[in-house]
């Protein structure tokens, strides 16, 4: 088929599935602004980072609970509970992805993730990733986009060729960096919008 793409990778966090600390913690906190201030100054996106990049939670909870032992059993859910700071499905997204996996299209994740949190988060929604060939977890390499790197190993481990294959992700600093790669990398937007990316290239029906 012209213009067929040979596969498709696909972020996760923000693009299949919402997640925020905020969906956690407001369970947790019930004063909007200690919430605000909880969030801004003591689990930050930052310091979560670190679990991305591959620093076990004992490590880093420990740090950040000496910083502010008053917060420290409010840190320690974190680990145990990561699963609840997802919002769920992004609408219509995981309809793609089965109708790609349907449709015979290798289909694939690279994700900024812990190695300790992806297990547990992947076995609550396994009839979803059952379609994915192979996933490339930041965690579990020590190297996170938008390092160079991570595409490298994804492409090789993946086995496709990267001017063939739609890569998706929500940040843009991580499209930039897959389009350097040689990637037909797409900033995400929404799922029609997505769709119909996928369309036009060959791998869906209208």
Known sequence: MAGRRA???FDIGNVLFHWDPRYLYERLISDD???????????THEWHFQHDAGRPFAETSAELAGRYPEHA???AAWGPRFNESIGGPVAGMHEIVRALGEAGVPIFALTNFSGEFFPPFRAEWESLFTHFRDIVVSGDERLVKP???IYRLAIDRFGVDPAQ?????DNPANVAAARDEGIDAVHFTDATTFR?????SG????
């Open 7 to 9: 596969a498709v990778i």
């Open 33 to 43: 602004r200690a919430l605000d201030a909880f969030l801004r100054d003591v689990v």
């Open 73 to 75: 059993d409010l840190i």
């Open 147 to 149: 390092d160079p790197a």
């Open 165 to 169: 294959t739609i890569f998706v992700d």
């Open 196 to 200: 119909a990316k996928l369309v036009k």
């Open 203 to 206: 791998l869906l029906a209208t």
